[in-house]
Nanobody
Framework: QVQLVESGGGLVQAGGSLRLSCAAS????????MGWFRQAPGKAREFLGH????????TYADSVKGRFTITGDSAKNAVYLQMNSLKSEDTAVYYC????????WGQGTQVTVSS
């Protein structure tokens, strides 16, 4: 089993920045990828991007490319989501995911962008 704990959510003004963190524990050796999704009220869960451990490569959704950056720290089994130029439409619950034999989800952290 893998446990994911997210942190860093909160309230920020439009145009501001926020950095989310996600730390994995448990059977982390089975993981090959970690990433982020979000879900806004009344909307479907949206893929944001992921970080692949073997190549340290990232993939982003077009909707956040250029504004959001995902990085990983293998020593800490952690992945980060740096969000810049935030907009009110970025308001959502942000979820960390980890992929191994199965996909694990964090509990989510609320990000609210005030206009």
């Amino acid at each position: 089993q893998v446990q994911l704990v997210e942190s860093g959510g909160g309230l920020v003004q439009a145009g501001g920045s926020l950095r989310l963190s996600c730390a994995a524990s448990g059977r982390t050796s089975s993981l090959y990828r970690m990433g982020w999704f979000r879900q806004a009220p009344g909307k479907a869960r949206e893929f944001l991007g992921h970080f692949r451990w073997s190549s340290s490569s990232t993939t982003y959704a077009d909707s956040v490319k250029g504004r959001f950056t995902i990085t990983g720290d293998s020593a800490k089994n952690a992945v980060y989501l740096q969000m810049n130029s935030l907009k009110s439409e970025d308001t959502a619950v942000y979820y960390c995911t980890a992929s191994g034999a199965t996909t694990y989800w964090g509990q989510g952290t609320q990000v609210t962008v005030s206009s």
